[in-house]
């Protein structure tokens, strides 16, 4: 996985204390793991519209105390605590999303091959409340896809740090990526 380092066990380490109850764990992980944190949310609000009114560091902040919320988790590692932040950010932007009242689909929808879309997200303001609530349709169908989707997509992972992630093989996440891709186009442009 990018980035890791000498602390990366350390950091595994202070998670499993955090997950045993050792609160103070929590504390001593966040100086560890805020520029990982800081980076994702970066890319979570490239991805929104430009004049968003979170910023940066408030989508960090909001996902820290959601995470600090976190019971009964048995972390198992590095990655996993990502993925999980990952998707505390993308409940809050949804969240931000419904309460701005924005409209759920309306515009010009353009369609485009799902991969464009994502690329092009980076660019312009996706309709995350739709994104969402089509991934949360595919859990209920694929959970494994929709993991590999949340840690591609919204955690910025590569098709091989996804795999390691959910402890898969490489060929089996490129399937589950290409099944998933499919699937959320067909769902998000109907």
């Known amino acids: 996985m990018r980035n890791q380092d000498v602390a ?32 994702q949310a970066a890319r979570f609000l490239r991805r929104e519209r430009q004049n ?28 996993h605590f990502f993925a999980i932040a990952a998707q505390a950010m993308r409940r809050i932007l949804v969240d931000h999303a419904k309460h701005r009242g924005r409209e759920k689909r309306g515009g010009a929808n353009e369609h485009l091959p799902l991969d464009e879309a994502l690329l092009k997200a980076q660019e312009t303001d996706i309709d995350l409340i739709a994104l969402d609530e089509a991934l949360s349709r595919l859990a209920e169908i694929d ?5 590999i989707v949340e840690l591609r997509y919204f955690c910025g992972l590569t098709l091989d740090e996804a795999a390691e992630a959910t402890g898969i093989s490489r060929a089996t996440a490129a399937r589950e990526w290409d099944a998933a891709k499919a699937w959320l186009y067909r769902e998000m442009t109907r």
């Open 8 to 39: 990366t066990p350390r950091i595994t380490e202070m998670l499993r204390e955090w997950g045993d109850g050792r609160h103070e764990a929590f504390e001593e992980l966040m100086p560890h793991v805020y520029t990982e944190l800081h980076r």
């Open 52 to 79: 968003h009114s979170l910023q940066t560091t408030g989508l960090v902040h909001e996902a820290y105390l959601r995470l600090l919320d976190q019971k009964d988790i048995a972390w198992e590692n590095r990655s």
């Open 143 to 147: 959970p494994q896809q929709t993991r």
